[in-house]
């Protein structure tokens, strides 16, 4: 499967690989954009069965993190800084794992070594394919955004809850899948590669205790909280790209 990507900034530049969360596109990291550019190139991708980037029927964790090495490898990049928020957080968990020669370093956000209970994602997976979408978009920003930020930000949320209704419910469906398999706590201790973790303090799915457990796990990791829920870089941007930026730029000085 070819995943729909862009590239942006100047060619002499480091590269980071940005990777969304379930149910959004790569349009949901635009609240970095201004910051990253200043300092990197960005690789921005729909994962699979969202925005541009179609339904290849099931999938699974490597597979999801597969679809990052090839994005690279259609651009022509060898390596890459690596950022993901929630599915794609655990995504770069997998590459930190078991493709650590592609990447400088990787930044874990509002993530988990396991996200979630098999039977929830499950459950969740037959609900969309067999009601559709709107269901889990009614909920959505409830699990996204604090109530505070809601009601700030009513326009911004509406755009980002009507984009998951407009997510294919197959896509969507294989992905919820591919969470319920996936677990790799009893992996990312073997990790090397210099890990930054993101956790939202107000976020109810991917917990600061999920991102505790990681930096315990994980040797050398740097942990980060910031006053968001679960869509960190939306809610508290501008503390997300600060502490997303200033852990790369240590890293390409080294």
């Known amino acids: 499967m070819t995943n729909y990507y862009q590239p942006e900034g100047r060619s002499d530049a480091p590269v980071i690989v940005l990777s969304n969360s379930l149910g959004t596109t790569l349009a949901m990291w635009q609240p970095q954009m201004e910051a990253l550019l200043e300092h990197f190139r960005v690789l921005r991708y729909d994962t699979h069965g969202h925005g541009r980037t179609a339904n290849n029927d099931k999938t699974s964790l490597p597979q999801l993190a597969e679809d990052v090495i ?31 020669e592609r990447f400088l370093s990787v930044a874990v956000s509002n993530s988990a070594a396991k996200i979630g209970e098999q039977s929830g994602w499950l459950s969740r997976a037959r609900t969309v394919r067999h009601e559709g979408m709107d269901t889990v978009a009614a909920s959505a920003a409830s699990r996204w955004f604090t109530e505070d930020f809601v009601a700030a930000n009513k326009t911004q949320v509406e755009a980002l809850v009507s984009g998951l209704a407009a997510t294919d419910a197959e896509g969507y469906a294989a992905c919820c899948e591919a969470l319920a398999a996936a677990d790799l706590r009893a992996e990312i201790a073997a990790i090397n590669l210099p890990v930054l973790l993101i956790a939202g303090q107000h976020d109810p799915v991917t917990t600061v205790a999920d991102s505790e457990f990681m930096h ?24 997300f790209s600060a502490a997303l930026i200033n852990f790369i730029q240590r890293r390409e000085k080294q």
């Open 70 to 100: 090839s994005v690279m490898d259609d651009a022509g990049i060898q390596q890459a800084h690596f950022c993901g928020i929630s599915m794609g957080g655990l995504t770069g968990l997998w590459l930190a794992r078991f493709a650590p």
């Open 216 to 239: 315990s796990q994980i040797a050398g990791s740097e942990l980060v909280t910031v006053p968001a829920s679960h869509l960190a870089n939306i809610e508290a941007p501008q503390a």
